[in-house]
């Protein structure tokens, strides 16, 4: 088994570009951020502040599921609930660095994130994956890109989707998240040693994605 681990911040257009990546090199994919949002709503919708000592014991209880959809995305479901969208919008958005801060909630998702590793070849998004998740990946990447890029492709999204925007929040969110996930005690984010930093503020879609294949095709 070959991982290939992509972390980074929100809106640098890791999701898209590990997707892909997957789709071109005949890889499965798993989005790690997808667990944490669904457990931010199990912890919702049990009525539990998101810093509370309570998280944990919710986290644990609930039934957390990922699976491949059509077209490349992933269908995620919640104690048998397709929670794929509900995970998506912004009162999810705004508790889900707090509830990734817990230790004892990473611990489980690490555990069922690991649980993905028996296909031959997997592409994984994340955080913590090149830190803590699969520390001997065969490729670890990390993206980057200025705050203000990775906020006006959030915004983007949210305006191709449906979604009401405001660019300034946008960019609020994205700050905001960036610090509590880059000082929480566990896990925090923060490119392995041996990452290949990659800048995505200039660079399109088909570019990152070109220099990740060359990487993969390098690599592994
Ligand atoms: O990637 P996405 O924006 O969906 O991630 C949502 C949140 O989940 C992140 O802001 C971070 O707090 C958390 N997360 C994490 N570790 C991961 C993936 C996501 O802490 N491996």
Redesign the pocket.
């Known amino acids: 088994m070959s991982v290939v681990a992509i ?1 980074g911040p ?1 809106g640098t257009g ?2 898209t570009v590990a997707r892909r990546l997957a789709d071109r090199v005949g890889a499965h994919y798993l ?7 669904a457990a931010t709503l199990a912890v919702q919708r049990a009525d539990v502040a998101p810093d509370s000592d309570d998280v944990a014991r919710v986290v644990a209880a609930a039934d957390i599921r990922l699976a491949p959809g059509e077209d490349g995305t992933t269908v995620v479901t919640l104690d048998g609930d397709d929670v794929s969208a509900e995970i998506r919008t912004d009162t999810v ?1 705004a508790d ?2 707090a509830v ?2 817990n230790a004892d909630v ?1 611990e489980r998702l690490v555990d069922l ?1 690991r649980d993905h590793a028996d296909s031959a070849l997997l592409v994984v ?5 090149g830190t803590v ?1 699969f520390p001997t990946a065969a490729l670890k990447v990390f993206l980057t890109a200025t705050p203000e890029a990775r906020a006006e492709r959030r915004h983007r999204q949210n305006i191709a989707a449906g979604r009401e925007s405001v660019l300034d929040e946008v960019l609020d969110s994205v700050n905001r ?1 960036d610090h ?2 880059s000082t929480r005690a566990a ?1 925090p ?1 923060r490119a392995a040693d041996d990452a290949v930093l990659v800048d995505t503020s200039d660079m399109t879609l088909e570019q990152v994605l070109d220099r990740l294949t060359e990487l993969v095709s390098e690599r592994i």
Do not use: C
């Open positions: 972390d929100a890791k999701s989005d790690t951020g997808a667990m944490y949002r958005t889900v660095s990734s801060a990473r994130q998004e994340g955080r913590d994956i998740v998240r509590l996930d896990s984010l």
